[in-house]
Every structure is written in structure tokens, then in C-alpha cells.
């Protein structure tokens, strides 16, 4: 039972247009999600979280909107850069655990 | 440099034969953990720690075991590795209760990944 999933195994955006990387949840304790990056033959590395008492957060050039109701998160890239050409994982978690569920992962592919 | 390393980086091994993935951190984490990658699965977790001395399952804990006896490392132990344990591994870190920053809630910090350890077991 995937308790995080993303619906869309690969998107594929022009230079200098807002890429929308989608994230689906199923447990309504998780109260903590995240986004990470990933690039070939590296680790993943963090890219940006926001508790579930928000329904927005911002750092530069990404933001993650977060719509408890519908159990949905979703990470804006504006404007995107080549160098966002990766694999976008979100994960989540609940208070009182150290338990993380990930996502599938999105390859984004930002074309020059 | 604030690192997470993990050893080794690739390994090919045979059904049955013992082996050790070593990881350690250099930023006094207290918090480890250990996922696997897999296609189509994306990163699932098979155990974490939240000090020395102090491990748990994660999501897919069968077929591994892990230590904790020194803040800096996690090791994940395959007592018998089999083929369906064939995966790229992760290695992570944090210290919950962080200071904040932009894009951070203070009260849950994000994991630092080490660059992972592909394994094959034949």
C-alpha cells in the first residue's frame, strides 16, 4: 500500500516555465512533508518541507503548496533552470515518529 | 567538509555470504537511518536510530540488522543476503530540533543522504 505517490513518473518543462511536481498522500496522521532532490550517482539532498500547519511555503525559486483537505502537496519551480534537471522525491512524516515514507519520484527534465 | 560517507560504494556478492555497509556522519547527528532504491519503488526505509543504543524498524526491516553503538556510526549487516536485496542503499542523517531556516521548520530537520552503495547479490 503506497501511502505516497507520485502520479507522474517524468515531466518535461522549457527553460524559464514553472514546473508542477505532484505528490498524493493517504494517511491523514502525516503532519510533516518534504522534498528532495536527486541527480544520478548522487544522494538525495533536501530541497524544501512544510508542516501541515501551513498551506504554503517558500525558498527562492521553489514553493510547496500544501492542501490538507485533499491530501495533496505539490512543488513550483519558477522560472526552472537546466540545472533542475533531476528526480524529485517528497516524503512524509508524523510527530512522534522518525519514520519517513517516500514518494516514487518524478524525473524532471528542464530543456535548454 | 559536513559529510555522510557510506563504504563500500559497490559490491557484487553471492547468495549467502555476509557482508557489512559501513556509514558514518561528521555533524554529531543524532538521528541515522538506512533506505534501499529500488525502480518503480521509489526510497524506502529499513531501520532508523534516534541515539546510540536506540534502533527501529523502518517500512522493509526483513532480511537486515544494524548497530548503533557509536554516535557517528550506522552500519547495515546483511547475515545472509539473497537476490531480492540486490538495491542502491542510502545512508542518512539528522539532528532533529535544529535551528530553522529559510524553507525549514525547526522543529523537524531534513536528512543529509550519503551518496549511496549499489549492491548485487548474485
Known amino acids: 500500500d503506497q501511502q505516497v505517490k507520485q502520479n507522474s513518473p517524468s515531466l518535461s518543462v522549457q527553460e524559464g516555465r514553472i514546473s508542477i511536481l505532484n505528490c498524493d498522500y493517504t494517511n491523514s496522521m502525516f503532519d510533516y512533508f518534504l522534498w528532495y532532490k536527486k541527480y544520478p550517482a548522487e544522494g538525495p539532498t533536501f530541497l524544501i518541507s512544510?508542516?501541515?500547519?501551513?498551506d504554503k511555503n517558500e525558498d527562492g525559486r521553489f514553493t510547496v503548496f500544501l492542501n490538507k483537505s485533499a491530501k495533496h502537496l505539490s512543488l513550483h519551480i519558477v522560472p526552472s533552470q537546466p540545472g533542475d534537471s533531476a528526480v524529485y522525491f517528497c516524503?512524509?512524516?508524523?510527530?512522534?515518529?522518525?519514520?519517513?515514507?517516500f514518494g516514487t519520484g518524478t524525473r524532471l527534465k528542464v530543456l535548454a | 567538509e559536513a559529510q555522510v560517507t557510506q563504504n563500500p560504494r559497490y559490491l557484487i556478492t553471492v547468495t549467502g555470504k555476509k557482508l557489512t555497509v559501513t556509514c558514518s556522519q561528521n555533524?554529531?547527528?543524532?538521528?541515522m537511518s538506512w533506505y534501499r532504491q529500488d525502480p518503480g519503488l521509489g526510497l524506502r526505509q529499513i531501520y532508523y536510530?534516534?541515539?546510540?543504543?536506540?534502533?527501529d524498524k523502518g517500512d522493509v526491516p526483513e532480511g537486515y540488522k544494524v548497530s548503533r553503538k557509536e554516535k557517528r556510526n550506522f552500519p547495515l549487516i546483511l547475515e545472509s543476503p539473497s537476490p531480492n536485496q540486490t538495491s542502491l542503499y542510502f545512508c542518512?542523517?539528522?539532528?532533529?530540533?535544529?535551528?530553522?531556516?529559510?524553507?525549514?521548520?525547526?522543529?523537524?530537520?531534513?536528512?543529509?543522504f550519503g551518496p549511496g552503495t549499489r549492491l548485487t547479490v548474485l
Open positions: 516524503a512524509a512524516s508524523y510527530s512522534g515518529t522518525y519514520k519517513y515514507i
Open positions: 555533524m554529531n547527528h543524532e538521528y
Open positions: 512544510i508542516s501541515s500547519i501551513k
Open positions: 536510530s534516534m541515539n546510540v543504543e536506540v534502533t
Open positions: 542518512a542523517s539528522s539532528s532533529p530540533g535544529q535551528g530553522a531556516s529559510s524553507g525549514r521548520d525547526s522543529s523537524y530537520n531534513e536528512q543529509f
